[in-house]
């Protein structure tokens, strides 16, 4: 219980209620990245035997980006989507100081 209560305070959040919805939101959109991967790979010609060099930088281009659209629009249906933009804004900032500093 301790972990729960370090991350509600680390992510302000002030009730249980958002708490589990912000955990429902992350499972969801986990779950759904798992199935929309399958068919994107499909359409890029990706299958078993494609080499692992290859299917990393696709892993990291195509879904990554597609998880973080999963947890706004699981957000926005949940009630939680001021949390989810706000982390969003946040790894922005951080992917462009990153890649910028280069």
Partial sequence: MRWINHLKTKWQ???NW???????VFSLAGMLILHE???VFHLLGVTA???????????ILIVFPL?????LVFG????????F???????????????SAQ
Avoid: S
Avoid at 49 to 59: A, N
């Fill in 85 to 99: 933009w706000a982390k969003q804004k946040n790894l922005i900032r951080f992917l462009a100081r990153k890649f």
């Fill in 67 to 71: 998880y973080q659209i999963n947890l």
């Fill in 18 to 24: 958002d708490f589990i919805l912000i955990m429902v």
């Fill in 13 to 15: 959040i002030k009730n």
């Fill in 49 to 59: 035997q494609t080499p692992l060099w290859i299917k990393i930088p696709l892993y």
């Fill in 37 to 39: 991967r399958r068919p």
């Fill in 76 to 83: 926005f249906l949940l009630g939680q989507f001021n949390f």
